[in-house]
């Protein structure tokens, strides 16, 4: 039933910045939701592109365009992305919020955007249970980025994308708290999921679907009171006076995502 996301918090385990040194696994905050992907789920999801058709034909060529950029800082900011459980891993959205995310100097929005993250992640797992789609690296023999867990993710199924579900999903709800840097944050929200697609891990469709998954389990937990009450609490804590400014190279990681917009 939890599946999928038990293989992200693995993944996550060993591809943070201390690869290769034992630590304590890291452990997935309590999500909102007391099920994110109830049986009635599989109703947001059409059947993945069918075999020889023009969907499919369609995310093997952007599958293709992916593969060239291994390597690049965009590869680079890919596999970065790919880290769901770093302490840094709010600090994904700070370029594009304006401001720095972190636990230290935003712990509202961060504890608002951990606990979402289990919501997110389990979202897509009872589609992802129907279809078992396979991996493009299962297809076309390519790494990666992060080629110790390509065993697991073998038996985790493409699509959705649960990573898509958590940028994106993670992206409508720091836009809607700093709406005047929405459509940065939005789109930084898309690539942190298509960034899968440059670590060769999720077709396309995956991470498009993954999308529309975020965008009705953001809408569910707006219903939740619990969600509610910290959306303001990190409403209330964005909106102060001297918050901190990025501290990440803001010009470098805008000129990784040129590469693929």
């Known amino acids: 039933?939890?599946?999928?996301?038990?293989?992200?918090?693995?993944?996550a385990a060993v591809s943070g910045p201390t690869i290769g040194q034992q630590a304590a696994p890291p452990r997935l905050a309590t999500g909102y939701l007391a099920n994110a992907a109830p049986p009635e789920s599989l109703a947001l999801s059409p059947a993945p592109p069918a075999p020889g058709s023009a969907a499919e034909?369609?995310?093997?060529?952007?599958?293709?365009?992916a593969l060239a950029l291994a390597g690049s800082a965009r590869w680079d900011l890919a596999t970065r992305d790919a880290d769901l459980f770093t302490p840094a891993v709010t600090g994904t959205f700070s370029c594009a919020a304006g401001v720095e995310l972190?636990?230290?100097?935003?712990?509202?929005?961060?504890?608002?955007?951990?606990?979402?993250?289990?919501?997110?992640g389990l979202s897509t797992?009872?589609?992802?249970?129907?279809?078992?789609?396979?991996r493009p690296f299962m297809v076309n023999g390519r790494p990666t980025c992060a080629p110790a867990m390509e065993p697991m993710l073998r038996r985790d199924?493409?699509?959705p994308s649960g990573h898509s579900a958590i940028?994106?999903?993670?992206?409508?709800?720091?836009?809607?708290?700093?709406?005047?840097?929405?459509?940065?944050?939005?789109?930084?929200?898309?690539?942190?999921?298509d960034s899968r697609r440059v670590c060769n891990a999720h077709w396309l469709s995956d991470i498009e679907e993954g999308r529309i998954v975020a965008s009705a389990m953001v809408a569910r937990l707006h219903a939740d009171p619990r969600f509610r009450a910290d959306l303001e609490?990190?409403?209330?804590?964005?909106?102060?006076?001297?918050?901190?400014?990025?501290t990440r190279?803001?010009?470098a990681e805008a000129a990784a995502l040129d590469l693929t917009r």
């Open 1 to 11: 039933m939890r599946f999928a996301i038990v293989a992200v918090v693995m993944i």
């Open 57 to 65: 034909a369609r995310d093997t060529d952007a599958s293709k365009a």
């Open 102 to 120: 972190s636990p230290q100097s935003t712990p509202a929005t961060d504890r608002l955007l951990h606990r979402t993250l289990a919501d997110l």
């Open 125 to 134: 797992s009872a589609i992802k249970r129907k279809y078992q789609r396979p």
């Open 157 to 159: 199924g493409s699509y």
């Open 167 to 193: 940028g994106y999903g993670w992206g409508l709800i720091l836009a809607e708290l700093l709406p005047n840097r929405a459509n940065q944050i939005v789109a930084r929200g898309r690539a942190f999921g």
């Open 233 to 246: 609490a990190a409403r209330t804590e964005l909106a102060r006076p001297g918050n901190t400014p990025p």
């Open 249 to 251: 190279d803001c010009t």
